[in-house]
C-alpha cells in the first residue's frame, strides 16, 4: 500500500434523498435501509482490506445524529449520496447538507424491539411477518432509528428501541429475534368491574337463589313411592308357601261325583297352607283325575254310570 494510503474509509458527501436521483423513481430504494455511493467509492474500497458485507456509519456531525446502513449501489454523482428519506429525517439533514460516511463493522444481531409510532400498526394480522418482509432490504440496524414500512399502500414508522449484543448491529442472514412495545398513544382497555354484591345470611344474592331452589326441590321430592314386590309372587305381608296347579276340563264331576256336561272351565287347585300329606296326595291324584276324565265320558256316551268305587275314590280324594 503507498505511503499515505489510509487504512480506512472515511469520507464526506453531500447527501440527498433518493428522490432527488435522476432516473426512475425507486421506491424500493426509498423504503430499504441501504444508501447509493459514487464509483470513486468503490475504487477506494477495493483497494483497501475490508470485510464483505458493506457497512458504513452515517453521521451529521452538526446535528450530533448517527445512524448506519449498507450500500446498494455505486452509481450516484460524484460527490454526492443519495439516501432513503426515513434516514434523512433520522439525521436531520436537507437536501445537499453535508455527511460523513466511514466503513463500520457490526456484530451480528441476535435480538432487536420495535415500538410503532402509531396505533394504526395494530390493524396489521400479523406484523411480524410483516416487519421480516421489510427488513429483506436493510443491512443493519440502529438504535433509536425510525424506519419507515409500507404496507397495502400505507406508511407505518416503527422505531428501533434495542438491539443486541450492540447498539448496531449487522442482520445480513441472522437469526434475530423479535419484539414489539406498544404502540404509541396506546392504551389498556379499561376493564369493567362487576357490581359489588352485599352479602346475606347465606353469602351473595347469586348463592342465596341457588340455595332457596335446592331446598325447594327437596322439599317436593317424595322417595320410595312405588309399590313393593316379591319374587316368588306372594303379596306383601303374607305368609308360608302358595303352590298353584291349573287343570282345564270339557267335562266335570258334579257333587254326586256323576259325570256331567258343561262350558269350558278351569279348576285349581290350591294347596295353600295345607299338610305335606294331602299335598302329596294331590300330586299323586291329578294324573289318574286326568284318565277318569277320558273313561267317564266314554261311560256316559254308552249310558252306564260311573263305578262306585271310582266315585268313592273321587271322594276320598277331596274331601
Known amino acids: 500500500m503507498p505511503r499515505g494510503m489510509r487504512s480506512t474509509f472515511s469520507r464526506e458527501f453531500a447527501a440527498y434523498s433518493v428522490m432527488m436521483m435522476p432516473g426512475n423513481e425507486r421506491p424500493d ?58 434516514m434523512m429525517r433520522n439525521l436531520v439533514l436537507n437536501e445537499g447538507d453535508r455527511i460523513a460516511i466511514t466503513y463500520a463493522s457490526l456484530p451480528v444481531a441476535s435480538y432487536s424491539k420495535f415500538k410503532p409510532q402509531s396505533c394504526d400498526f ?50 445480513i442472514e441472522c437469526d434475530m429475534n423479535v419484539d414489539f412495545e406498544a404502540p404509541v398513544g396506546y392504551k389498556e382497555p379499561e376493564r369493567v368491574q362487576p357490581p359489588e354484591e352485599t352479602p346475606g345470611s347465606f353469602g351473595t344474592p347469586d348463592i342465596q337463589k341457588k340455595l332457596v331452589d335446592y331446598y325447594e326441590k327437596q322439599t317436593n321430592f317424595h322417595s320410595f313411592q312405588g309399590k313393593g314386590g316379591r319374587i316368588d309372587g306372594k303379596k306383601k305381608g303374607t305368609k308360608g308357601v302358595k303352590v298353584r296347579k291349573q287343570l282345564t276340563w270339557t267335562r266335570f264331576i258334579n257333587a254326586e261325583c256323576q259325570i256331567t ?7 285349581i287347585i290350591s294347596t295353600q297352607n295345607q299338610k305335606p300329606r294331602l299335598k302329596k296326595k294331590l300330586d299323586q291324584a291329578l294324573p289318574h283325575l286326568l284318565a277318569l276324565g277320558k273313561l267317564s265320558e266314554q261311560r256316559r256316551l254308552k249310558g252306564h254310570p260311573l263305578p262306585e268305587t271310582v266315585a268313592a275314590a273321587l271322594r276320598h280324594v277331596f274331601v
Open 261 to 267: 256336561t258343561g262350558t269350558e272351565e278351569r279348576y
Open 29 to 86: 430504494v426509498n423504503a430499504g435501509g441501504k444508501i447509493i455511493m459514487p464509483p470513486s467509492s468503490l475504487e477506494t474500497l477495493s483497494r483497501l482490506n475490508i470485510s464483505f458485507p458493506m457497512l458504513f456509519k452515517l453521521e451529521n456531525r452538526s446535528k450530533e445524529r448517527q445512524t448506519h446502513a449498507g450500500v446498494l449501489e455505486f452509481i450516484a454523482e460524484e460527490g454526492k449520496v443519495y439516501l432513503p428519506g426515513w
Open 122 to 171: 395494530l390493524e396489521i394480522s400479523n406484523p411480524k411477518a410483516v416487519l421480516e418482509k421489510h427488513l429483506r432490504s436493510f443491512a443493519c440496524l440502529s438504535k433509536g432509528d425510525i424506519i419507515s414500512i409500507d404496507y397495502i399502500g400505507r406508511e407505518f414508522e416503527v422505531q428501533i428501541v434495542e438491539t443486541k449484543p450492540e447498539d448496531a448491529v449487522n442482520i
